[in-house]
């Protein structure tokens, strides 16, 4: 449910890829036959979003990633990770990258561990 969400509505304002990432907090981790057919199902709310929406790209759902790697990817974006322990306001970070592209991340419903 919220999954589907978060692809409904990140394909709605343009997000390009989803990455489902690893984390140590995160519930239970579905094997890959599993994931398959989730993602599946990531890609048709995607389609319906698209299509509502009126983009013209759907975002490319990727998974299942270890955080860290997710975290050292060399690119030219900017990561963002999303905290409630964080000083800043994402709007502000947002705003502070000039418009460049983004990496956000987001954690599990628990939040990241002290260690991540």
């Not at 199902?41 to 998974?63: C, I, K, N, T, Y």
């Not at 409630?84 to 994402?90: A, C, E, I, V």
């Amino acid at each position: 449910g919220r999954l589907d969400l978060v692809v409904e509505k990140a394909t709605e304002i343009g997000v390009r890829r989803i990455v489902i990432v690893r984390t140590e907090r995160a519930g239970r981790i579905p094997d890959a036959a599993a994931f398959a057919k989730r993602r599946e199902r990531m890609d048709r709310v995607a389609e319906g979003a698209l299509r509502q929406s009126g983009h013209s790209l759907a975002p490319v759902v990727d998974g299942i990633v270890d955080l860290a790697a997710v975290l050292t990817a060399e690119d030219d974006r900017r990561v963002i990770v999303v905290d409630p322990r964080g000083s800043s306001s994402l709007g502000d970070l947002c705003r502070s990258a000039g418009g460049g592209p983004l990496r956000l991340v987001v954690g599990p419903d628990a939040g990241f561990s002290e260690r991540e």
